[in-house]
């Protein structure tokens, strides 16, 4: 069946350095694939999408490019913030079917 | 612009007793959705209802049961509490099911802190 797997984390980075968060699925077909954010006592809010093969998702400085040849969709911003502190999801969503979540990613920026 | 509203925010239960989460869209979408989050696990689907009049079980339905009231509002029940549904829970709503609608994200409550002890 359909998968997400993500990088285990948590990922530590001092302000202004450089993310990436990986990302990888499992689907037939071409499903569409997304970026949720989640901070602290909150629900997620969507980041960013894809829904097509090249396409790339941007979003508050965020990027992520829809790979199929590697069946990847990686999450990079070139200067993280404190405020960027959070838990990330990757998904996938394909034709009659509901969203399906990696486990996340804690990311913590430090000033 | 309220999106997607939950109630309660917040709810300790002993083992065995019953209650029922609310959600209510405002967003006149047709797919709702209740997810559980829980540390390691991401989230995971319990129900959705693609449309009005509809329901289908998720990844972890047991122990759980929904009713699509109408369009708007979509509520879970645990009709007998364990401790092993201690989680969080979250509702959500999107434009559509399937097909087309598979490029559309998800608007998600705030959540529902449950504790059964």
């Known amino acids: 069946g359909n998968s997400v797997t993500q990088m285990e984390g948590p990922v530590t980075l001092s302000e202004e350095a450089f993310l990436t968060i990986n990302c990888t699925y499992t689907?037939?077909?071409?499903?569409?694939l997304f970026w949720y954010v989640q901070y602290p006592g909150e629900g997620l809010q969507l980041l960013l999408k894809?829904?097509?093969?090249?396409d790339k998702g941007s979003n508050k400085g965020f990027e992520a490019t829809y790979r199929k040849e590697t069946t990847s969709f990686h999450l990079e911003k070139g200067s993280v913030q404190v405020s960027d502190s959070a838990v990330y999801f990757c998904?996938?969503?394909?034709?009659?079917?509901?969203?399906?979540f990696g486990k996340g990613t804690t990311l913590s920026v430090s000033s | 612009n309220a999106g997607v509203t939950q109630t309660p925010k917040f709810q300790v239960l002993k083992t065995g007793q019953s209650m029922t989460l609310q959600c209510a869209q405002d967003?006149?979408?047709?797919?709702m959705y209740w997810y559980r989050q829980d540390p390691g696990m991401g989230l995971r689907l319990i129900y959705y209802s693609a449309s009005e009049g509809t329901t289908d079980k998720g990844e972890v339905p047991n122990g759980y049961n929904v009713s699509r009231l109408n369009k708007r509002e979509f509520s879970l029940r645990l009709e007998s509490a364990a401790p092993s549904q201690t989680s969080v829970y979250f509702c959500?709503?999107?434009?559509?099911?399937?097909?087309?609608?598979?490029?559309?994200?998800?608007?998600f409550g705030s959540g529902t802190r449950l504790t059964v002890v």
């Open positions: 894809a829904t097509k093969a090249d």
């Open positions: 998904a996938l969503r394909q034709a009659g079917t509901a969203l399906i």
């Open positions: 959500a709503s999107s434009e559509g099911a399937g097909g087309g609608g598979s490029s559309y994200g998800y608007t």
């Open positions: 967003m006149n979408h047709n797919s």
């Open positions: 689907a037939t077909g071409y499903p569409s």
